[in-house]
T-cell receptor, first 112, second 117 residues
Framework: KQEVTQIPAALSVPEGENLVLNCSFT??????LQWFRQDPGKGLTSLLL???SQREQTSGRLNASLDKSSGRSTLYIAASQPGDSATYLC???????????WGAGTKLIIKP | GAGVSQSPRYKVAKRGQDVALRCDPI?????LFWYQQALGQGPEFLTY????????KSGLPSDRFFAERPEGSVSTLKIQRTQQEDSAVYLC???????????????FGPGTRLTVL
């Protein structure tokens, strides 16, 4: 059974710092991996989607990498801003079905 | 509309009451998913529709949970005889994919926060 783990559960850093969020999964037979942002009362927003054949995806200050063989993905946020404060979740879509398997998220606080 | 909408946004129910949660997917999206998210956890899959067909309901936690999408657009998740453990955020997502695997990018609604007292 696929298990997705995110470490740390919470992170607080000063504005301007670069930071890395981690996601690990136990079964490498994934179709893709997505990083989402969740703001209170605003639902989930997809940030980056990496297909299993890809190594990384970039969008603005965000860069996500995928190492399928080791079961790891990282989300790199450059020059963090207070507006980046949110909970970040990773989710994997398995080869075998259409269900997303989610981590519990990392709650990120960027201090001004 | 421009995105997935859900209503109500907040619902407080007394234990034993029935509730109905509505999801309006993005127009034209074939696939629709319901998820349950407990506090501090990631979402858990509940059920999946392709158009009006409910192809997978394996995630529904009990027979008190029922979902429908009769015309292939709006979907309703109904919970009968609510229990305290049903308290969670219920998320709806839709995707354009017409394939049964629903692998296209999913767009999520804001969720309905259900509190059962």
């Amino acid at each position: 059974k696929q298990e997705v783990t995110q470490i740390p559960a919470a992170l607080s850093v000063p504005e301007g710092e670069n930071l890395v969020l981690n996601c690990s999964f136990t079964d490498s037979a994934i179709y893709n991996l997505q990083w989402f942002r969740q703001d209170p009362g605003k639902g989930l927003t997809s940030l980056l989607l990496i297909q299993s054949s890809q190594r990384e995806q970039t969008s603005g200050r965000l860069n996500a990498s995928l190492d399928k063989s080791s079961g790891r993905s990282t989300l790199y946020i450059a020059a963090s801003q207070p507006g980046d404060s949110a909970t970040y979740l990773c989710a994997v879509l398995m080869d075998s079905n259409y269900q997303l398997i989610w981590g519990a998220g990392t709650k990120l606080i960027i201090k001004p | 509309g421009a995105g997935v909408s859900q209503s109500p946004r907040y619902k407080v129910a007394k234990r034993g009451q029935d509730v109905a949660l509505r999801c309006d997917p993005i127009s034209g999206h074939v696939s629709l998913f319901w998820y349950q998210q407990a506090l501090g956890q990631g979402p858990e899959f509940l059920t999946y529709f392709q158009n009006e067909a409910q192809l997978d309901k394996s995630g529904l936690p009990s027979d008190r949970f029922f979902a429908e999408r009769p015309e292939g657009s709006v979907s309703t998740l109904k919970i009968q005889r609510t229990q305290q453990e049903d308290s969670a955020v219920y998320l709806c997502a839709s995707s354009l994919s017409g394939t049964s695997w629903g692998r296209a990018r999913k767009f999520f609604g804001p969720g309905t926060r259900l509190t059962v007292l």
